[in-house]
């Protein structure tokens, strides 16, 4: 990219590709039904300025806008607008119609005090309607603005500086205290550099994504990173996807993309759910970069989508893995197609906080046989190689903050030009300090603790685990302790008990939940109306838990009061539960696995 | 070609939810709450695209909340299917 002066932000970048390629797309969306609709730089400029000049006549300079993200252009215009107008967005899903989704938009908007929301015409009235009770912290209404693309009147493209904040990424925090990652311009700028720079993309390429633009690799990766490069960001809704994952892969094929990215669960979803008779209208040949992030990614699903889509021209060195957080704005580690893809380690060595690496395999040479098999020619644990730091310096380190030896696992932690400046908000101020204000044994700090375990491995990272409890469904960051808090208000015998919930034994992204309950007093417990009770209760469980999590319910366990395992200071021991729900050995007081197979007898009449 | 029998509707609602949770059709409780069955909001859009595409019928997203089991959901069909030149 060559040098930049000190001061240039993205927004500059923008304006240069509105001067000199105004007719290229800057955005084409790719609807459900209907036809496909592109914005062209100098429409998106327009669109932004107009719409700035009405947010800077009402709003002062560093207030916050929540952003609502409708898988339409209009999001993208919010932002930049929101850049014109010198204004902090705040990436944001829709409302929604289910109670914990309001409530927890309404709990970012309340944490970054947002002076307005943004929204597309298709969402205004039930979002007007949702924000209508709403009030700022001094008292004030919260304004509900509609971005609908008129260019009329005046127009305003104030320039933010390197130091300002760029926007609050709300992906971290639970729902009870969530916390706003926030990024500068200045990160983003060095961040877009390293991506796109170790990438190798050119403004020629067209990025296509399902990843909604209030994710972060959504937002950075999808839409920041083309818009800085002078690209084409190609918007799948995230709906249509889930409905039909070959949507994602027809738009690819339409719009001639390059570059896409997805957590590991969108390759899999691909693999598994795209039909024959689908495949032939495919062409994945253009396809340079298949990214992958977000989660951890397994290696059997980069196996099992390359040979999916080999036929129709998809190559397995597309695959590019990364690492990354958005405490350091998106991507801390790059994908290296000279180094290898996958690995297989010991597994007892592994254990032990070592990496033994036992066999190595890039797609491009492994394919043909045993990787493509599903499985590596050696026994031991198949790991996914994320690649090499850029734009970030990155250090594993020990519980005592002592870089460890080669080989080792450690924490990962970074530090560097990409790190965001901290959580929003002086409530936050704790949580910043122990997160970015890290001091390592030799003294060097601040540094960015991720919670995440990796060693690695010719320089390559490879996540081996994480620290903290945070489970990651299909993208999304998920706190055990926000569900455990959902079930608990579910029934009297639940309240104020401890829970566990966790990700399944061997099912990845499929979530049990284990709850003490005292059934109701009075309620005979030999009796049918007991049983009925139990089975209406992890029944409800199961349901309400699907339906916060997004997730699959494998199982919920009601167990009698003291026997989830906890420490001696009463935190509770998710890993511990995990591995007795996994080996049978929790003294069931009723399971909705149990109610499965009772329904299941039921029905082939062995039961009275 | 004519609507699928009524049974017929039954067993595809019954072999996609089965298919959705990675069970044998004869696991799914017909009666059962979809989500109550461990079907999250994912899996539940996955469930509509693939009786969308098995049938040729739009459904509307509000289907499976209003019809929250797979008999509910297969009775909802019929009368989506049953109108004449709306079937497969």
């Known amino acids: 990219m060559g040098a930049q002066p000190d001061d240039l932000t993205l927004v500059d970048l923008v304006r240069e590709h509105v001067r000199e390629r105004p007719d290229h797309a800057a955005v084409v969306v790719v609807p459900e039904v209907g036809e496909r609709r592109t914005l062209t730089y100098a429409e998106l400029d327009a669109q932004a300025a107009a719409l700035a000049a009405g947010l800077a006549d009402r709003h002062a300079p560093g207030d916050r806008a929540l952003v609502l993200y409708s898988a339409t252009a209009s999001f993208v215009v919010g932002l930049l607008a929101c850049f014109y107008a010198r204004l902090i967005p705040v990436p944001s899903p829709l409302p929604g119609g289910q109670a914990y989704q309001r409530e927890r938009v309404r709990g970012m908007l309340a944490d970054c005090d947002a002076a307005v929301v943004l929204v597309d015409p298709t969402a205004v009235t039930e979002t007007a309607e949702w924000a209508q009770p709403l009030r700022r912290a001094d008292g004030g209404r919260v304004v509900v603005t509609v971005v609908d693309g008129t260019t009329d009147g005046p127009a305003r493209r104030g320039r933010p500086g390197p130091q300002d904040v760029a926007f609050l990424q709300y992906t971290s925090g639970s729902t009870s205290s969530p916390k706003g990652v926030v990024v500068t311009h200045a990160n983003v700028l060095h961040h877009h550099d390293a991506f796109s720079t170790t990438l190798g993309l050119v403004p020629e390429d067209v990025f296509c994504s399902w990843l909604p633009g209030y994710h972060d690799f959504g937002l950075v990766g999808m839409l920041l990173v083309p818009l800085g490069l002078g690209a084409t960001a190609v918007i799948v809704p995230s709906t249509a996807f889930l409905k039909r994952p070959v949507r994602w892969l027809s738009a690819i094929t339409e719009t001639g993309a390059t570059v896409t990215a997805s957590p590991n669960f969108g390759y899999d979803q691909c693999a598994r759910r795209v039909r024959d008779d689908q495949l032939a209208e495919l062409d994945l040949s253009r396809l340079r970069w298949a990214l992958g992030g977000a989660e951890p990614v397994d290696p059997a699903v980069l196996d099992a989508f390359t040979r999916r889509f080999e036929p129709v021209g998809f190559r397995g060195s597309a695959h590019g893995p990364g690492y990354g957080l958005a405490e350091a704005t998106l991507t801390a580690t790059y994908p290296d197609r000279r180094l290898p893809l996958v690995i297989t380690a010991d597994e007892a060595a592994l254990a032990d906080g070592r990496l033994v690496v036992l066999e190595e395999a890039s797609f491009l040479t492994a394919l043909p046989d045993a990787a493509a098999q599903g499985r590596g020619s050696v026994p031991g644990a198949r790991l996914v190689c994320c690649g090499l730091p850029s734009g970030v310096e990155l250090r594993l380190v020990d519980d005592q903050g002592v870089e460890v030896p080669d080989g080792a696992v450690g924490e990962v932690w970074l530090r560097g030009g990409t790190v965001a400046a901290g959580y929003w908000g002086d409530a936050a101020a704790g949580a910043t300090a122990e997160t970015f204000g890290a001091v390592a044994a030799d003294g060097t700090g601040p540094w960015l603790r991720t919670g995440d375990l990796g060693a690695l491995h010719g320089g390559q990272l490879v996540v081996t685990g994480r620290i903290k409890e945070l489970l990651i469904v299909a993208g999304r960051n998920l706190y055990p302790y926000d569900l455990e808090r959902e079930l608990r208000r579910l029934h009297p015998g639940a309240e104020g008990r401890p829970g566990a919930v966790f990700e399944a034994e061997g099912l990845p992204g499929t979530l049990c939940a284990v709850q003490e309950f005292r059934p109701t007093p009075g309620a005979r417990l030999d009796g049918a109306s007991a049983e009925e009770e139990l089975d209406a209760v992890v029944r409800r469980m199961a349901a309400h838990l699907a339906s916060v999590s997004g997730a699959a319910v494998h199982d919920v366990v009601l167990v009698r009061p003291g026997q989830v395992p906890r420490t001696t200071s009463g935190k509770i021991q998710r890993g511990r539960a995990r591995d007795l729900h996994g080996r049978g050995d929790l003294a069931e007081l009723h399971s909705l696995r149990a109610s499965r197979d009772g329904a299941r007898a039921e029905l082939a009449g062995t039961r009275s | ?88």
């Open chain 2, 1 to 88: 070609m004519t609507a699928p029998l009524p049974d017929a509707l039954d067993d595809l609602v019954l072999r996609h939810v089965a298919a959705a949770l990675g069970v044998t059709p004869a696991d799914v409780d017909p009666a059962g709450d979809l989500a109550g069955l461990g079907l999250g909001s994912v899996q539940v859009l996955a469930l509509l695209g693939d009786l969308e595409d098995a049938l040729g019928v739009d459904l509307d997203p509000e289907a499976v909340v209003d019809n929250p089991t797979p008999r509910a959901l297969a009775a909802h069909l019929r009368s989506v299917v049953d109108v004449p030149g709306t079937a497969a």
